[in-house]
């Protein structure tokens, strides 16, 4: 089922007024997408997920489910959850502590009035596909954190919903195992092809399993797309330094042009910018912008050259294979990813960047 959103608004009044927790988002969900949604804490996240799920009415604009509309604000169109055919997981599982495993997952159906012998194959097959059948009749006080989380989803998925939706599902889990079940989450989402929409303040879990990914930050969309698209080609400083572990590192600086050369100073060392992206940097001539590269863009070079800097470094972090270092050039403090060995603090070294992979940002 494809999802879209036109001017999806949602306001609260409080004590300090009107407070926007959604602010005219445009956004459209492809038919059996994983579409994630990633943004830090109250950013409007949860409250989009809710305004999909029929939870919430929209304050103003439009959700559509193909092409059946299902809230307008103007129109005064609202469906419940129920006329939306929506499974939604909650951070906090929501399972019935008086009711076994069985009759939990079981549960949607039996307000369906479904029968007895249909009921037991449904839950049966849920339990199967998230390997849960030995539980069945365990309380879930019995279970572990990663356990309760499974059922919640075979809850959710025996009702075989038109769309799934999923509040930070995996918080409560230990990182080793929340690894393994974002990706056994993945792969059940592959297998069932229901469309899917994830909510997330992790940016390494949004980026292992969204097919697309939409940053939401204080009530806002500030860009869609790919982990790829997303990683590589960020629209904006925060969501440079939001999506990649550690983040991007950001330089203010200004671009300076001589007989068509274009240049960016560092320190006291100034180093020209490739002549094929021209494009990218004449519009910020003699303007302070701001430059954006990651850190495994960065290499310790064993001499100097032309276009690398010299630099002190100030800590090391071992990361296993890798180093995380953190240099300075002049009172410019950059981190640098290598696997460069026999490094030691205060030591002078030089550093070159990948050009290619440079960013630029309009300070």
């Given at each position: 089922m494809?999802?879209r959103l036109?001017?999806v608004t949602?306001?609260?009044?409080s ?5 926007f927790a ?6 459209e ?10 943004g830090p ?11 999909v ?6 304050s103003a604009g ?5 092409e059946?509309?299902v ?7 609202f ?6 055919n929506v ?17 939990n ?7 369906r009035s479904?029968?007895?012998i249909?009921?037991?194959q ?5 339990a199967?596909t998230?390997k849960i059948?030995?539980?069945?009749f ?19 998925i ?6 799934f939706l ?5 918080s409560?889990?230990?990182?080793q195992l929340?690894l ?6 993945k ?6 092809g ?7 303040h992790d940016?390494?879990?949004a980026?292992?399993?969204g097919?697309?990914?939409a ?5 806002g969309l500030?860009?869609v ?20 572990a ?6 203010e ?11 960016i100073?560092?320190?006291n060392?100034r180093?020209?910018l490739?002549?094929n ?21 960065i ?8 276009q690398?800097f ?9 990361l296993?294979?890798d180093e995380?270092?953190?240099v300075?050039?002049d ?7 290598t696997?460069?060995?026999?490094l030691?603090?205060d ?11 440079l ?5």
């Amino acid at each position: 089922m494809r999802v879209r959103l036109v001017d999806v608004t949602k306001k609260f009044v409080s004590l300090r007024g009107e407070v926007f927790a959604v602010n005219r988002i445009n956004l459209e969900i492809k038919d059996g997408e994983f579409f994630v949604l990633l943004g830090p804490s109250g950013g409007g996240k949860s409250t989009l997920l809710n305004l999909v799920a029929g939870l919430e009415k929209l304050s103003a604009g439009e959700i559509w489910f193909d092409e059946k509309l299902v809230n307008s604000a103007k129109g005064g169109v609202f469906l419940t959850p129920k006329e939306r055919n929506v499974a939604f997981v909650f951070q906090s599982y929501a399972l019935y502590p008086h009711l076994n495993v069985f009759e939990n997952i079981a549960f949607p159906l039996r307000i369906r009035s479904g029968q007895k012998i249909t009921i037991k194959q449904s839950v049966e097959k849920a339990a199967n596909t998230l390997k849960i059948s030995d539980l069945l009749f365990a309380k879930p006080k019995e279970l572990s954190g990663g356990q309760r989380q499974r059922v919640a989803i075979a809850r959710a998925i025996v009702r075989q919903p038109s769309l799934f939706l999923l509040d930070e599902p995996l918080s409560n889990l230990d990182p080793q195992l929340r690894l393994s079940t974002r990706r056994e989450l993945k792969e059940l989402q592959r297998k069932l092809g229901v469309t899917t929409v994830y909510v997330t303040h992790d940016q390494l879990e949004a980026i292992s399993i969204g097919d697309r990914i939409a940053i939401i930050r204080d009530g806002g969309l500030v860009q869609v797309g790919t982990p790829d698209e997303l990683y590589e080609k960020p629209k904006n400083p925060f969501v440079a330094t939001f999506i990649g572990a550690p983040g991007m590192n950001l330089i203010e600086t200004s671009v300076q042009e001589e007989n068509g050369i274009y240049w960016i100073r560092l320190g006291n060392k100034r180093i020209s910018l490739p002549q094929n992206r021209k494009n990218d940097f004449e519009k910020f001539v003699s303007k302070t912008c701001i430059l954006g590269i990651r850190p495994e863009h960065i290499k310790i070079n064993p001499f100097q050259t032309e276009q690398s800097f010299r630099a002190r470094i100030k800590s090391i972090e071992s990361l296993g294979r890798d180093e995380l270092v953190q240099v300075s050039i002049d009172d410019v403090d950059i981190l640098v990813l290598t696997n460069e060995p026999g490094l030691e603090k205060d030591e002078v070294v030089d550093i070159e960047f990948d050009l290619s992979k440079l960013q630029i940002f309009n300070k």
